[in-house]
């Protein structure tokens, strides 16, 4: 198979579409972010990455708090909306009903599936770019989304929770199906 | 909307599935890792997490440098056994047609349609946590899924590049439909 190299380009994909929630001089602020990702599940750690100069760069910077906000396909353009225009020239804040996260003062968004409750760990500048490292204090799901198997409650899947997904091909998708079980998939593999 | 609270869970999704490719000892490794985003793209960084045990992580403290590539979904069951097992016992370079990267000696896999050259520029350990923040030095795809827009090459989307994901609920999934275009979906939200 033939490569072409495009250069230093980082081609994650696919990339989830969060709403990162904070207080900015009181006033809370939502913007949309594709830089997220879980960092490991104990500790429950998740980062996420913004520009140095963003209107949320600054609360998050003051507060040591955020929220990760996952909305669903119907609340894409709001959420496209919130990349578009900077807390500096709009009031996001007012786009959502919203409510506070138990442990900390930090804004969540009612309609959005699951939100987490982001306490601040670590920070670090790479040029323009600053990387949050948090520890998610709590993790908040919209009760029809919650399923109990076992006894123990979990979340259901991502049919239903029907996230947006972005690729640097700058188009949204949709979630398809289910294709396989983790850590059951590759046994065929198995020697012995 | 009555919210369920289920506790310190990183319930980041969806998670795009990654094989992490590095040297150990001078022998090619892959395992697979869901803990994985874009950071930024110019700088164009990348960040991923592993445990500070693993084999991987071994290799990549030695020689700073490692891969990230994205298997299609007819790899899944390769890609779920690279997480299943452990590069101390089984040789997993040897699952994989590899090339090596231009900057670096790291192993890419040559059946992955896109596959990134990193090298660590910052490590953060958190308990047990070993998070690598890297830049891509480059990026590598399989000639039939680059497109040329308007002269320029660029990545087709992801319904051809069809990734696996990946949920905290164990489950695998395929891509969906595309449903819109980043920075226009918003624009009926604007005021003036």
Do not use: W
């Not at 879980?38 to 998050?60: E, F, Y």
């Amino acid at each position: 198979m033939s490569k072409v190299k495009l250069g230093a380009v980082p081609l994650v994909y696919p990339i989830p579409i969060v709403l990162v929630g904070t207080n900015v001089d009181g006033v809370a602020n939502f913007t949309e972010v594709g830089d997220c990702a879980v960092m490991g599940i104990q500790p429950a750690l998740v980062t996420i990455s913004l520009s140095a100069t963003h209107h949320t760069t600054k609360g998050i910077d003051n507060t040591r708090v955020f929220s990760v906000n996952f909305p669903s396909t119907q609340m894409l353009s709001l959420a496209d909306y919130c990349g578009m225009v900077s807390g500096c020239d709009v009031d996001k804040g007012a786009l959502f009903a919203t409510f506070q996260g138990e442990h900390t003062q930090v804004p969540l968004i009612e309609d959005c599936p699951v939100g987490l409750e982001c306490r601040v760990l670590e920070v670090t500048q790479i040029k323009h770019r600053r990387l949050f490292i948090a520890e998610v204090v709590e993790c908040y799901v919209s009760d029809q989304f919650v399923v109990t198997i076992d006894g123990k409650k979990q979340i259901a899947d991502l049919i239903q929770l029907d996230p947006i997904i972005y690729a640097l091909d700058n188009r949204y998708y949709g979630i398809g199906s289910p294709i396989g079980v983790g850590y059951r998939e590759g046994t065929c593999h198995k020697t012995s």
